[in-house]
């Protein structure tokens, strides 16, 4: 297994969650990280991305200021820092690695992908 994504779960709206994401050395090294949604009956949607060396960050309108994305590179783990969460953050949560340089949000520049995790808010 490349990437191992964990920590989802139920949560009352307005709760937190985080997100880890561990990777073998070979997935993580020089890849920037990104972590995804897909909800019941829709597309995989970009969430957030980081660069290899967690410089640069990037977050979809719809979670920006209340999620925040980070790595460890010493870990080979990527996080996803969930807070203010709402109904509609219910979904199944990936994370994905990109070797490539130029910031992409569409999921088929990820070259290897987690299982995904469980993310479920009610309100």
């Known amino acids: 297994v490349q990437l191992q994504a964990s920590g989802g779960g139920l949560v009352q709206a307005g709760g937190s969650l985080r997100l880890s994401c561990a990777a073998s050395?070979?997935?993580?090294?020089?890849?920037?990280m990104g972590w995804f949604r897909q909800r019941p009956d829709r597309e995989r949607e970009f969430v957030a991305r980081?660069?290899?060396?967690?410089?640069?960050?990037y977050y979809s309108d719809s979670v920006k200021g209340r999620f925040t994305i980070s790595r460890d590179n010493a870990k080979n783990t990527v996080y996803l820092q969930m807070n203010s969460l709402r109904p509609e953050d219910t979904a199944v949560y990936y994370c994905?690695?990109?070797?490539?340089?130029?910031?992409?949000?569409?999921?088929?520049?990820?070259?290897?992908w987690g299982q995904g995790t469980q993310v479920t808010v009610s309100s």
């Open positions: 994905a690695a990109d070797r490539g340089r130029v910031r992409t949000t569409i999921p088929r520049r990820y070259e290897h």
């Open positions: 050395v070979r997935t993580f090294s020089r890849c920037a």
């Open positions: 980081i660069n290899w060396l967690g410089g640069s960050t």
